[in-house]
């Protein structure tokens, strides 16, 4: 099997997708939007960074192609013969998915700071801290500072408006 890494996440409408990494001489990512009670979107990323997407795929199809131990035999056995609608998408940027893949390999955590609520998401977007606090942009730090100094890579995304008036993502 390619499949390096898999993980569950949610869009901003709160779609679950399910991501998902291979080791494959054509297929490097793919991605599933999962809508309650429809058919799947799939997103497929090639290694030379073209994209497709197609609509409406039965969902025991895409597992099919998720879990091949060839995602390009897979593609052209279960995907590319049901006659899916598609389309051609922007190249995707492959250095941003690796580095990615890689922050989630070794554990990063995710920290988000909305003003009201500190969030932590470990490498399989599992909340492990959902706390209601107020934290000053020195405490958001001292909190990131921590996770860095037992080894953790930190992402943090704040809508927080701190003294300087912005909200960042690092």
């Known amino acids: 099997m390619s ?6 996440t949610k869009d901003k409408d709160g779609n679950d997708i399910d991501r998902t ?5 054509n297929v490097k990512y793919s991605e599933c939007v999962d809508r309650d009670n429809e058919l799947k979107v799939l997103r ?7 994209q497709y997407e197609y609509k409406d795929v039965d969902v025991s199809q895409y597992l ?5 131990e060839s995602q390009g035999k897979a593609l052209n056995q279960y ?5 899916y609608a598609y389309e051609k998408l922007e190249n995707a940027d492959l250095a941003t998915l690796d580095g990615e893949l890689t922050f989630r390999m070794e554990g990063g955590v995710f920290v988000d700071y ?5 969030k932590m998401r470990n490498n399989k977007d599992e909340v492990v801290l959902d706390k209601e606090t107020k934290l ?3 405490a958001l730090n001292t909190v990131c500072a921590a996770l860095v100094a037992v080894g953790k890579d930190v992402k ?3 809508t927080e408006e701190f003294d300087n008036g912005e909200g960042r993502e690092a």
Do not use: C, H, Q
């Open 3 to 8: 499949k390096i890494f898999n993980v569950y």
């Open 21 to 25: 990494w291979y080791l494959s001489s």
């Open 44 to 50: 497929v990323v090639f290694n030379n960074a073209t």
């Open 64 to 68: 099919l192609f998720r879990d091949a």
């Open 79 to 83: 995907i590319k013969p049901k006659g």
């Open 114 to 118: 909305d003003g009201k609520v500190l």
């Open 136 to 138: 000053d942009r020195e």
């Open 156 to 158: 943090l995304t704040t």
